[in-house]
């Protein structure tokens, strides 16, 4: 049984994809007002908002259990409308030796798909694959979209 695996979703989206990407890649402080059941609160730990190389510590609530994780921005392609984030602190680690999260929205005509994508690779082979962290982030993502379409 492999260790290594990769979770991939898409979703649709209502609101403007450019108001989804602004928050993910340069504004994620904000997911606290858009989902407080959800998200405790998202702060800078190092770096700047919106730039690569910054450092989020996010504080969420998963199946009522308090969590916590650091991540680092990794890239953020403006033309592709794309962010990817490697954990590197925090709960998610005690399962899985690496973790690594890809978001792009994909206008299509008047439409626009979210793609979410998990890379990791498990400590062992007894840990699950993250469907339910996976599940909670497109979630996040379909709260997102509710709070902008009524903004």
Request: charged share 25%; glycine share 8%.
């Amino acid at each position: 049984m492999s260790l290594v695996g990769k979770l991939s979703a898409e979703i649709l989206i209502v609101a403007p994809h450019h108001e989804h990407h602004g928050v993910w890649s340069g504004r994620p402080h904000h997911f606290s007002n858009v989902s407080p059941g959800k998200i405790k609160k998202v702060h800078l730990h190092e770096g700047d908002w919106g730039s690569v190389g910054s450092v989020i510590e996010w504080h969420y609530v998963i199946d009522g259990k308090d969590q916590v994780v650091k991540h680092v921005v990794e890239s953020i392609d403006e033309e592709n409308k794309a962010v990817t984030f490697k954990v590197i602190e925090g709960d998610v680690l005690k399962e899985y030796k690496s973790f690594k999260g890809t978001v792009q929205y994909i206008p299509k005509g008047e439409a626009t798909w979210v793609h979410w994508t998990f890379e990791y690779e498990k400590v062992n082979k007894d840990i699950p694959h993250p469907f339910k962290l996976f599940e909670y982030t497109i979630h996040l993502s379909e709260e997102l979209d509710d709070h902008l379409v009524q903004a």
